[in-house]
């Protein structure tokens, strides 16, 4: 397209220049308007247009002084002038600097067309032919799809009053949608968030133009239709149904699929509405065509989906939110019991897509639950990341999923990261006890203490105390704690000074015969025999010749 500028200081001329011309039809677009030179020229810089047409008098910056600039910094673009009759003066001085027109105001469209056109085939001629050539089929191109997409959008929200000219229009526009029978197509990429959620806007657009240009290339000879990008990132088509292709539309289709598969690794689902008889039922085929593809949320992807394999397309019944089943959930992710988890979530999951819910209400119920979970881990006591970032990533997530099964997995996903940080913490709690529990029995292991006392000082029950502890050291709190009091023993046992039973009491044994019963239970001797065991290695150490 040639790219064109508007320039003057009166903003009702700028707006009569720009909306009396379909620019479009000649191959040109209206990229920005000024209302000055100095405006201009910085717009100019970064729009960079092939044709600016301005006036010469105007505040701040004139419009000589502004073509002056643009010879030196942007010297191919083309200007052209619109004076008052009183502004002649400066003619020979925008002739001097090349100005291809010189107009004087008022002027009709129909003149200033003439020129435009004009300007547009000097700036072909300043390519080679080939590359002439090149440029004016890109131009044709560019400007009939867009006219094309302008017209069948305009068709297809309703919009569009003349039908009586339908078929001539159409026809104009080299579109072959003036038969008697009519069928809307939406075409979308499966997983397209997910997919591109990490690329540049081009790597998108190349995306989206691969499988348009696949769809083109299948369906375009049997029906002359082409695909057309709608505003949610989905492709659509109107197609002329006639006898020449109406058996062959369904294996047109899964070949597009196919081969968009084969290419490029990616699948798409379809959404066909009914065929209808006139060309006045195209918005609704169109409004059809989309609550089909709505669908995909409970038939799946890489489908194609007709009006007719859906009861009520998109879906309407009001949901009611399962909160019997919400506390059944809630309560396996407090337990931490992940298999039952897994088939609560499959049974409401199987509800809801039986209930012909609307997919954005279904969307909200898992939210709903979602957020009831994760302050369930705040009451836990149970750190996961701070509140408001995460509900809005949550919103942000779901709008990626495009079928119920992909939710419902994702859903599986997010409560078994809660089950993990709840076991995780749980963990931590308990290593913490045991850890308390220790430090206080090493400095306190000569009193009279046992489960309860511990359990007491860590503030839970000796039950609950006494099973975390075997957990974490695999061993009874009772057995480690007379462990450790005969580790201790065996070291005062050393000193000759004092008697058993002094030893038995320093190391927390009131009764001397349990004692003595438990030493040589872990030692394999008496205390007595020990003591005796270890003097006489002493005495025969101190007895070896040096």
């Known amino acids: 397209m040639i790219k064109i500028m508007i320039v003057d200081d009166e903003y009702v001329i700028r707006q009569g220049i720009i909306t009396s011309i379909d620019w479009e039809a000649l191959g040109m677009t209206v990229v920005g308007e000024a209302a000055n030179g100095r405006e201009a020229y910085e717009k100019a810089l970064d729009l960079k247009p092939d044709i600016i047409v301005t006036d010469v008098k105007m505040p701040i910056m004139d419009g000589l002084e502004l073509i002056k600039l643009l010879r030196e910094t942007l010297p191919k673009v083309r200007v052209v002038i619109i004076s008052g009759y009183d502004e002649f003066q400066y003619a020979r001085e925008a002739l001097r600097l090349g100005v291809g027109e010189y107009l004087l105001k008022p002027i009709g469209a129909e003149e200033l067309i003439k020129i435009m056109i004009k300007q547009c085939d000097d700036i072909m001629k300043e390519s080679s032919e080939m590359d002439r050539e090149t440029k ?34 159409s026809r104009e526009l080299n579109l072959d949608i003036s038969g008697r029978d009519y069928q809307a197509v939406i075409m ?24 348009k240009s696949i769809a083109d290339r299948i369906l375009g000879p049997s029906t002359n239709s082409s695909f057309f990008f709608g505003n949610n990132d989905y492709l659509f088509s109107v197609i002329n149904v006639k006898d020449s292709n109406r058996y062959d539309l369904n294996n047109l289709y899964r070949e597009i699929q196919y081969v968009i598969n084969k290419n490029h690794g990616i699948t798409v689902t379809l959404g066909l509405s009914n065929i209808y008889k006139s060309v006045c039922d195209i918005p609704k085929a169109f409004e059809e065509a989309l609550d089909t593809i709505g669908n995909k949320a409970f038939k799946g992807k890489n489908k194609i989906i007709s009006a007719n394999d859906v009861d009520k397309p998109g879906g309407t019944s009001p949901v009611i939110y399962p909160s019997s089943l919400e506390k059944e959930i809630i309560g396996y992710i407090k337990t931490v019991d992940s298999e039952k988890l897994d088939m609560s979530l499959d049974r409401m999951y199987s509800i809801l897509s039986g209930a012909k819910a609307d997919y954005r209400d279904i969307k909200n119920i898992c939210l709903r639950l979602i957020t009831v979970a994760e302050s369930q881990l705040e009451e836990l006591g149970v750190e996961y990341g701070n509140k408001s970032s995460k509900k809005f ?16 997995i994702w859903n599986k996903s997010i409560f ?20 308390v529990a220790m430090q206080y029995t090493n400095e306190h292991y000569y009193e009279d203490i046992g489960v309860e006392h511990i359990a007491a000082i860590t503030y839970v029950t000796p039950n609950y105390f006494s099973r975390i502890f075997k957990k974490e050291t695999g061993r009874s709190f009772t057995e480690w704690l007379n462990t450790m ?33 438990n030493f040589k239970k872990y030692v394999g001797c008496t205390p007595k025999e020990y003591r005796e065991n270890i003097l006489q290695s002493a005495q025969n150490h101190m007895n070896m010749p040096k």
Do not use: C
Not at 143 to 167: C, H, P, R
Not at 395 to 405: F, H, R, V, W
């Open 393 to 408: 990533e949550y919103y942000m997530e779901i709008e990626k999923y495009d079928t119920l099964e992909d939710i419902k």
């Open 136 to 169: 004016i089929k890109n131009i044709f191109t560019e400007n009939l799809y867009y006219m094309q997409e302008k017209f069948i959008t305009s068709v297809v929200k309703g919009e569009y009053g003349d039908w009586a000219n339908f078929s001539d229009k």
């Open 416 to 435: 078994q990261s809660f089950i993990e940080e709840i076991q995780k913490n749980k963990n931590d709690k308990f290593k913490g006890i045991v850890r």
């Open 485 to 517: 009091r005969l580790d201790k023993a065996k070291v005062l046992l050393k000193d000759p000074r004092l008697k058993v039973y002094e030893v038995a009491e320093k190391v927390g044994y009131n009764d001397y015969k349990i004692f003595t019963h």
């Open 188 to 211: 979308e990429i499966d997983d397209y968030l997910l997919m591109t959620e990490s690329m540049s806007s081009v790597e998108k657009k190349q995306i989206r133009n691969n499988v």
